[in-house]
């Protein structure tokens, strides 16, 4: 199925409004308590707060493991429970696919595939705005991509060898949420896939409880380049990506994340399906100087935390007045938010680090990793140079890690749990294989012969260099 995009073009669309004056609702006085901790030690710091954990199985809620044990008929722990989910998936096709998304979701519905008719009632469904906002959305990250696959490696054969680049021929998106749709994820996973030329990007996920996909997310698919969407969620909706079912079409990649049970899925699958990586709980570092703003350091922190009781926000600062005020910030915002619960739990679990200067500030951020590193001091170009490991780094006070979520552009869907020692955001990369050639001629054949028949005697493997020496000798 095909489907056109929708909306106004970035270039098209009319001039934005003035941006309304915001005024936080928030008291002018912080409560005497304080949530985030602050650290003047060092080590201590590094224990409590930077030292990464290593990645181990999770303990689930009470009811969620319960569910789990019924399930099954015995205690599962949470691997063993994917692993059971993968296997009857591999045996049974959609009907373990439907089985246990309806279970899990507690939806509804006989159709697997979502339809067109269901797409274009999405559109009718979803406001001018909120289409005119994912539109802006897509045609940003899009225009960045674009010019990140003029950067990407290309083809070429130089003197014999070289390699030919290719883009993956069907991308599996994981559309996480769905009575809370996320379609900025949808957005920052595909397109990447689709400017990296992906011939087929599909998308896989969870209906509401009378079967519909949120519209959302459909709109947002089908502006992003998504070729079909089906419903299926969790463990079995990797499983069907990876096996491939009678409806689910297989793929060569999966790409999004996901809750505990799609991480899980992900890991267990990882070498019979290319994999983006292994995603956890978000997280936010902030390097601020004395002459922050302690509520925007707080704000940037808090937009975070607010995502996950196991988000790690964290502040690293050359002032303790600093630490102070952004822990007293920090109290009058969370007394403001909706989700204030999961976002003090956050804050508990982070805290503001005491450095000496910013050298040693970056030092520190370096070594923990962080997927968001934010900079919020005077000059901060002059600390770029200094970055080594972070999935995204926001300059000054005017690029917020929130407008990466949206609409700056780069993919926000970025290594965790320190990865970024090693890993970087989704880009046109992850879509994109690279075949090397050899293209010889008989003059290097002659050259090269030699010694890769003597290396290959060297190693014992006899059958190696008399391929080449008959070769050499004619035959």
């Known amino acids: 199925m095909t489907t056109e995009l929708t909306g106004t073009t970035e270039e098209s669309a009319p001039p934005e409004p003035d941006a309304p004056a915001i005024t936080p609702a928030v008291p002018t006085t912080a409560p005497t308590t304080r949530t985030l901790r602050i650290f003047a030690d060092l080590e201590i710091a590094r224990a409590q707060v930077i030292r990464r954990a290593p990645l181990s199985e999770p303990a689930l809620s009470e009811a969620v493991q319960a569910g789990i044990d019924e399930l099954w008929g015995e205690p599962t722990s949470p691997a063993l429970h994917v692993a059971k989910i993968l296997d009857a998936v591999s045996r049974e096709g959609d009907a373990a696919v439907a089985r246990f998304s309806q279970r899990f979701d507690g939806s509804s519905y006989e159709t697997v595939e979502v339809s067109q008719d269901e797409i274009a009632e999405a559109f009718e469904r979803v406001s001018p705005e909120d289409r005119d906002a994912i539109q802006f959305a897509v045609n940003r990250v899009r225009r960045y991509h674009e010019t990140q696959m003029e950067h990407a490696p290309t083809s070429f054969n130089t003197r014999g060898t070289g390699m030919l680049v290719r883009p993956l021929a069907r991308v599996g998106v994981y559309m996480t949420g769905s009575d809370a749709a996320l379609p900025s994820s949808v957005i920052h996973t595909a397109i990447p896939a689709v400017v990296a030329g992906v011939e087929e990007v599909i998308g896989v996920t969870a209906a509401r409880a009378d079967g519909t996909v949120n519209p959302l997310k459909l709109v947002a698919a089908q502006m992003s380049g998504m070729k079909r969407v089906f419903r299926a969620s969790g463990a079995q909706a990797i499983a069907a990506l990876a096996f491939g079912t009678a409806t689910i079409p297989r793929v060569d990649k999966i790409a999004g994340p996901g809750g505990i049970f799609v991480t899980l899925a992900k890991q267990q ?46 502040l690293i600062t050359t002032s303790r007045a600093q630490a102070e005020a952004v822990a007293a910030a920090i109290e009058v915002q969370l007394a403001t938010l909706e989700r204030e619960p999961i976002a003090r739990a956050a804050v508990a679990r982070g805290g503001a680090v005491i450095v000496r200067d910013l050298e040693e500030a970056m030092a520190l951020a370096n070594e ?89 005697r060297a190693e014992g493997l006899t059958g190696h260099a008399r391929s080449i020496e008959y070769r050499l000798d004619g035959r």
């Open 269 to 314: 699958l990882f070498g019979r399906v290319g994999i983006d990586a292994i995603y956890g709980p978000t997280e936010t570092l902030v390097v601020a100087d004395e002459f922050a703003s302690a509520e925007l350091c707080a704000a940037d922190l808090l937009a975070q935390a607010e995502h996950d009781v196991l988000a790690t926000p964290v």
């Open 368 to 456: 923990f990793a962080p997927e968001h590193m934010c900079l919020l001091v005077q000059n901060p170009e002059a600390l770029l140079p200094l970055v080594k490991n972070a999935g995204g780094v926001f300059l000054g006070e005017s690029s917020p890690e929130v407008l990466g979520d949206y609409t700056a552009g780069p993919s926000h869907v970025m290594p965790t749990g320190g990865s970024a020692r090693f890993a970087g955001p989704l880009s046109v990369l992850d879509f994109l294989k690279i075949t090397s050639i050899i293209a010889l001629s008989r003059e290097d054949l002659g050259r090269l012969g030699p010694y890769a028949a003597r290396l290959a």
